[in-house]
């Protein structure tokens, strides 16, 4: 607790020297420029701005000035000032709003409005052009001084933590016979955000593949291990192999820390013999020690690979990310209101270009509290959007009330008033629930608004506008978010799925197809990340046990294609793979799917084979089951 506590009185003493530096360099007039900065480098926690900082630099400043000269011109009139608005609105809430990690919007439109609101002459303009440039580096600067993103050590330090998950379910397993779904549900979707982190980074950073390698072999490994760790404990001789199991998995962790090669590769030689040894019933729950036999095989594979197949694999990898990127990032798909970004982007742009037109004609007192609001709360899902609003709405009527009781008492004495601004900014800050930290955002608010004011209007008088103005801006954008192409979470999230259902059988249908479009089939593979990251970041805020049950099914079925992609066990057993997979295909439109796989299972000859009808098996379960939980999701 003490160590967040020095976190934010840290970040509020970097607020204070980041304003004063801009009060004393650009004038007051400028000072909401280092504000607004402060406010974009904390929606850039846990982001990756590390890599090529000067071309992120230089577009952060490009963005400052298109924001600024864009709030300069809109100062001029008030139709000029819906034009811009309506511009620049629409291009920060296009640029930085994702499918699946929250807006970026929010300090770059708080800068158009603070600057809209906070005029400046022509003559003081090339001061203000220099203020701008300024953000921009200062929003660089702030990053590596609050939120540098280290990959090596976040990551590092992530997947030690979901090694010692997979042991505390290991070792809950010898106790119990049993895993906690919930324990090994969270360890499952840990190892795929992993896999997901590492994949993104090899296609930003080609000058760490061989340590992203490394990081991508044990996420893979530890896949299989997870999958072994729900099935391996049948019966009572299984406890060894789970013991060993964990050994393993620390000396894993040796391996994070001191990369030594030959060390680890020597205790899976070991591993690999004790289960080369390993005797098991020939039923479907106990094959996927077969699923993690091969991978203790193929992580000593991947540790002795040549340094050209290593840069063979991180252009694979990198390619298709690009091409998914480019897919889905495809500007003219964009241009659709079904798109997530277009559809804020345009809610946002018209809603704050109306608004503004308003409050500037009428030159209404205050009116730039409503849409200081406005902009905060449009965000893109309905759901979310709601919650916020009430939150504000509370937090702004109970902070209203302390301003009074508090100004009533100190309104002569203006250092008394700057303490309690000083401790309001702080707690504004350090504060995690919304509808608290908007109590202090309302007192910092009114009591600047009542040392400020020119007109010296009755601070009781601040005080009703003030909520008067937030309940309006609250109303405005609860009737465009709910009601003028509505965006909610649940509805789009169930789209998702549906499309995850499908994207699945399709992958399934390239396995088996002659001639087949490999790289289509790999395309598909990788476009299932992007829904699979949609998903869960729309479920975090959900909260469906069935959505997570859907998404470690995928986790599984995509191991799984994986695995038969990269194995040659297809080729070598084509006749077989081809008959069983047509078999399996009719086997799920029956009751007794599991009974007819076990008789296939029991007429293998070999390991391979088996391994083959058990991954089939999996395969088509998965995609039945995640058929019938889409249904489920869909009509709740």
């Known amino acids: 607790m003490w160590k967040k506590q020095i976190m934010y009185l840290k970040m509020f003493l970097i607020v204070v020297i980041s304003i004063l530096i801009f009060v004393l360099l650009f004038g007051k007039e400028n000072l909401f420029i280092g504000l607004a900065a402060v406010i974009t480098v904390t929606t850039m926690f846990g982001e990756d701005y590390t890599i090529n900082p000067i071309h992120h630099t230089l577009y952060f400043i490009g963005v400052e000035l298109f924001v600024g000269l864009g709030a300069y011109f809109a100062g001029l009139n008030p139709i000029l000032g819906a034009i811009m608005t309506l511009i620049v609105s629409f291009f920060i809430y296009f640029a930085f709003t994702y499918d699946t990690k929250p807006t970026k919007a929010l300090g770059f439109i708080q800068l158009y409005l603070f600057l809209l609101y906070e005029p400046v002459t022509t003559s003081e303009l090339p001061k203000r052009v220099f203020a701008l440039i300024f953000g921009g580096i200062v929003i660089m600067t702030l990053y590596y001084t609050l939120a540098r993103y280290n990959f090596n050590n976040i990551f590092n330090k992530s997947i030690k933590g979901c090694i010692n998950s997979l042991i505390e379910n290991l070792n809950e397993l010898i106790n119990t016979g049993c895993i906690e779904k919930d324990n ?106 077969y699923n993690a036999k091969l991978s203790v095989k193929e992580f000593l594979q991947g540790l002795n690979v040549k340094e050209n197949q290593i840069e063979s694999y991180s252009n694979y990898i990198a390619n298709f990310l690009k091409a998914l990127k480019s897919n889905s990032n495809n500007f003219r798909k964009s241009l659709n209101i079904r798109s997530l970004r277009f559809n804020l982007a345009v809610k946002a742009a018209i809603t704050l270009a109306f608004s503004v037109f308003i409050v500037n004609y009428f030159e209404i007192f205050q009116g730039k509290w409503a849409l200081f609001t406005i902009s905060l709360l449009l965000i893109p899902y309905a759901e979310q959007s709601n919650k916020k609003a009430k939150a504000r709405v509370v937090g702004t009527i109970i902070g209203a009330i302390l301003f009074n009781v508090i100004f009533y008492f100190i309104q002569s004495n203006v250092i008394l008033i700057f303490a309690f601004i000083v401790v309001c900014i702080y707690l504004s800050m350090s504060v995690v629930s919304y509808k608290i930290r908007c109590i202090f955002i309302t007192l910092n608010a009114l009591l600047m608004a009542g040392v400020m004011d020119p007109s010296h209007t009755p601070y009781y008088v601040l005080s009703e506008y003030r909520v008067f103005f937030i309940l309006i801006a609250s109303i405005i954008v609860a009737i465009v978010m709910n009601y003028i192409f509505p965006y909610k979470m649940k509805d789009e999230t169930n789209k998702a799925i549906k499309l995850y259902v499908y994207l699945n059988e399709r992958i399934l249908d390239g396995l088996i197809e002659e001639n087949s479009d490999k790289e289509k089939l790999v395309l598909s593979f990788f476009e299932s990340y992007r829904i699979w990251k949609k998903i869960n970041y729309n479920n975090k805020e959900m909260k469906s046990e069935q959505i997570q049950e859907l998404l470690i099914l995928q986790n599984d079925f995509v191991s799984d294609v994986n695995f038969l992609i990269k194995s040659p066990m297809i080729h070598n057993n084509k006749s077989l793979f081809k008959k069983s997979f047509e078999d399996f295909k009719n086997y799920t439109k029956k009751k007794d799917f599991e009974d007819l796989a076990i008789e296939d299972l029991e007429k293998a000859k070999t390991e391979e084979e088996r391994l083959i009808l058990v991954l089939l098996y999996k395969l088509f379960y998965a995609v039945k089951e995640m058929r019938k939980l889409s249904d489920l999701i869909c009509k709740e």
């Open 184 to 289: 090994s549900e969270k360890v499952a979707l840990m190892i795929k955000e992993l896999e997901i982190k590492v994949h993104e980074r090899l296609e930003l950073d080609k000058n760490q593949v061989y340590s992203i390698y490394s990081k991508d072999l044990i996420v893979v490994f530890l896949k299989r291990v997870s999958s072994l760790s729900s099935e391996a404990m049948k019966r009572e001789v299984n406890k060894e192999l789970i013991k060993k199991t964990i050994e393993l998995l620390k000396n894993v962790q040796d391996f994070i820390e001191d990369g030594n090669k030959e060390k680890l590769k020597n205790i899976l030689n070991e591993y690999y013999n004790y289960l080369d040894s390993f005797k098991l019933r020939d039923d479907l729950d106990r094959y996927s020690y």
